[in-house]
């Protein structure tokens, strides 16, 4: 499944489900705060791991992201080694 901005995910998810919400920390129309917001509201994101993708390493940045209920924060420029080692552990499985 994807969505070409925040705003599309919370409303496409109830229709398909998914182990993994993988997101832009800095998405078009709703950021990854209103996000969260929102996807609080969906039943069938409950219990779903949620990790961002950011574009900056400011700590600020990142405590406010993982506050939000985001399991994890992969910073860029990341490689495909450094995604795995974030996202596999959300999944239960190991790295």
Do not use: Y
Request: net charge neutral; aromatic share 2%.
């Amino acid at each position: 499944m994807g969505a070409s901005n925040g705003a599309e995910g919370p409303t496409a998810l109830p229709n398909n489900a998914v182990d993994l919400i993988l997101c832009d920390s800095d998405m078009r129309i709703m950021n990854r705060l209103e996000f969260m917001r929102q996807m609080t509201t969906v039943e069938s994101a409950k219990g779903v791991p949620v990790a961002t993708m950011a574009g900056t390493d400011s700590e600020a940045h990142v405590v406010q992201t993982l506050s939000a209920s985001v399991r994890g924060c992969i910073l860029q420029p990341f490689t495909l080694h450094q995604v795995k080692e974030r996202v596999l552990p959300l999944l239960g499985k190991k790295p």
